[in-house]
């Protein structure tokens, strides 16, 4: 039985996964030298998850899937100075950028549906 990736791609399969496994270090690392993960653990206290900036406990229960939860906690925490209107440039800009993300997105979906992309990656 023949190997499962042509020999020509082992190349580009080794790429690939250097690749994300580079990407997947920097970001981590990135986190833990600017330190995001040491201010996510002061957050943690007595069991509850707080919000930057306050002593007030973040909600922690949105769809019942204990992991999922957690996940779209840490996104709160994570958004929480846009969310907050802390700081107005900061809010402002995430809003601009929404719209500018948005209108992509709705050009990709109109893209994906057109006819003349059926049976394409895009589609």
Known sequence: MGSPIPPRRWPVSLGFLFFSYY???YIIGNGARNGYFDINK?????G???L???????PTRFTGIESLDFVLV???RFFWAIISV???????????MTG????????????GVRAGNAGTLIA
Not at 52 to 58: D, I, K, R, V
Not at 86 to 96: A, Q, V
């Open 42 to 46: 002061t957050l943690d206290r007595d």
């Open 48 to 50: 509850l998850r707080l």
């Open 100 to 111: 500018q993300v948005l209108g992509l997105n709705v050009l990709m979906a109109i893209e």
């Open 23 to 25: 990407s997947m270090s």
């Open 52 to 58: 930057p900036g306050s002593l007030e406990p973040s």
């Open 74 to 76: 840490d996104f709160i």
């Open 86 to 96: 802390d700081h107005p440039s900061l809010t402002i800009f995430s809003l601009y």
